[in-house]
């Protein structure tokens, strides 16, 4: 079954930008999801199938997959785009839904 | 606007059953998989079960398996978890969420508490 790994936390400065990765052996060959989870709320989806953003998700937010890594960029990060992020698969071996272990971005 | 609301979470005692609903609405509710996907105080998020848009198909993550069972009523746009023999380890907030490969809509999740 898949296994997700996150850096647990990711730290930048106001308008840099922040790169969010999600290793997996050969996640390269399936799609990634990816979330954003404010501090008690519930998560929202902010890329889908690798690179897709749903309707209101700024273009800041952007996503690649490629090999054995996943990306979140986030650029011109701003302080609302402080929370965690998980990245999430479909296991089609075992029909599970699997979801990293999360980063936390901090925005200095 | 798609909404999905979550009820049910309470504190119940150890080995105890408990039941949490989810009612869906803004959405053709029978063309989605639904599922619940809980986080521990703390900690990650973590699928927990889904069940496929005509009910004929559920998929449980191991650690409950045999203890929750996700279904649901189209009718009612509706799914549920029901959760037997509780442990400390399930204590979280239970969300439940659309689920079609990734989970597009997400409730506001309910608190379940196990402790004695």
């Known amino acids: 079954s898949s296994v997700l790994t996150q850096t647990p936390s990711v730290s930048v400065a106001p308008g840099q930008t922040a790169t969010i990765s999600c290793g997996g052996d050969h996640i390269g060959s399936t799609s990634v999801h990816w979330y954003q989870q404010k501090p008690g709320q519930a998560p929202v989806l902010v890329v889908y199938d690798d690179s897709d953003r749903p309707s209101g998700i700024p273009e800041r937010f952007s996503g690649s997959n490629s090999g054995n890594t996943a990306t979140l960029t986030i650029s011109r990060v701003e302080d609302g785009d402080e929370a965690d992020y998980y990245c999430q698969v479909w296991d089609s071996s075992t029909d599970h839904w699997v979801f990293g272990g999360g980063t936390k971005l901090t925005v200095l | ?116």
């Open chain 2, 1 to 116: 606007e798609v909404q999905l609301v979550e009820s049910g979470g309470t504190v119940v005692q150890p080995g105890g059953s408990l039941r949490l609903s989810c009612a869906a609405s803004g959405l053709t509710y029978s063309v989605y998989w639904m599922s619940w996907v809980r986080q521990a105080p703390g900690k990650g998020l973590e699928w927990v079960a889904s069940i496929k848009p005509d009910g004929t198909k559920t998929n449980h993550v191991d650690s409950v398996e045999g203890r929750f069972t996700i279904s649901r009523d189209n009718g009612m746009n509706s799914v549920f978890l029901q959760m037997n023999s509780l442990r400390a380890e399930d204590t979280a907030v239970y969300y439940c969420a659309t689920s079609n490969f990734f989970f597009r809509y997400w409730g506001q999740g309910t608190l379940v508490t196990v402790s004695s």
